[in-house]
């Protein structure tokens, strides 16, 4: 399942979604990745995130793809949220369920990494100078 | 007619967030990237941003590229979400 929107996720309900009635998968691997209050030298207030909504959708789907190619998976949820967000809001959720651990770690961490690279959404930070784009690259 | 858009920082460099331009046999993305500065020659110095990426069709592709009738060309910097 993969959403890109506004409104807020619950975490919980989202585990629920990767356990319920599946029997099968021993393990549930997932990330939730939050605003931060300061990045590259600024204190952060808040951020914008602004995103090219087809194509996202499409190469957060093929990312997907490739990570059930790679390893056996189950379940696999993407979450990513767009608009305007605050300081400690929850910005993107990546869950995988798998038989066995190793596979759900990799497999998690595999999305996040591609998701940050390849799927067009920017994020613009509201700083205690201003506004400014984040730049790709500088770990953030 | 081919569909151009602009994202994030490069859409307000600009002040534009999308355009078109007639299409023609054998255009590249270079040669779309060229068409547009030469109608907006304030562009030039933002376009030669060796960091811009360009999708057709939502594809990352590369200046080569051919753009057909129809297509929707995008330029945009490297993406940060996450």
Not at chain 1, 2 to 27: C, H, M, R, S
Not at chain 1, 62 to 77: F, H, N, P, T
Request: aromatic share 8%.
């Amino acid at each position: 399942m993969i959403k890109i929107q506004q409104i807020d996720f619950d975490v919980g309900v989202e585990y629920n979604k990767l356990t319920d009635a599946n029997p099968t998968d021993g393990a549930v691997v997932f990330f939730v990745g939050l605003v931060r209050d300061f990045n590259q030298g600024h204190e952060i207030t808040g951020m914008t995130l602004e995103h090219y909504p087809q194509m996202a959708e499409k190469q957060l789907a093929a990312i997907v793809d490739e990570a059930k190619s790679k390893w056996q998976l189950g379940r696999v949820s993407v979450i990513h949220r767009v608009g305007n967000l605050q300081v400690n809001d929850q910005i993107v959720f990546v869950g995988v369920s798998s038989q066995h651990r190793e596979q759900a770690f990799q497999a998690a961490s595999y999305i996040m990494d591609y998701l940050k690279t390849r799927v067009p959404i920017w994020k613009k930070e509201t700083t205690n100078q201003g506004t400014r784009w984040v730049e790709a690259g500088i770990k953030s | 007619m081919i569909q151009i858009c602009f994202f994030a920082s490069l859409r307000e460099q600009l002040g534009v967030t999308n355009l078109s331009i007639e299409a023609r046999e054998n255009l590249t993305v270079k040669m779309v990237a060229e068409e547009i500065v030469n109608t907006h020659s304030d562009w030039a110095d933002i376009f030669q941003d060796k960091q811009l990426l360009c999708a057709v069709n939502h594809q990352i592709v590369s200046p080569t590229t051919i753009v057909k009738d129809n297509d929707e060309v995008a330029f945009f910097p490297p993406v940060t979400g996450g």
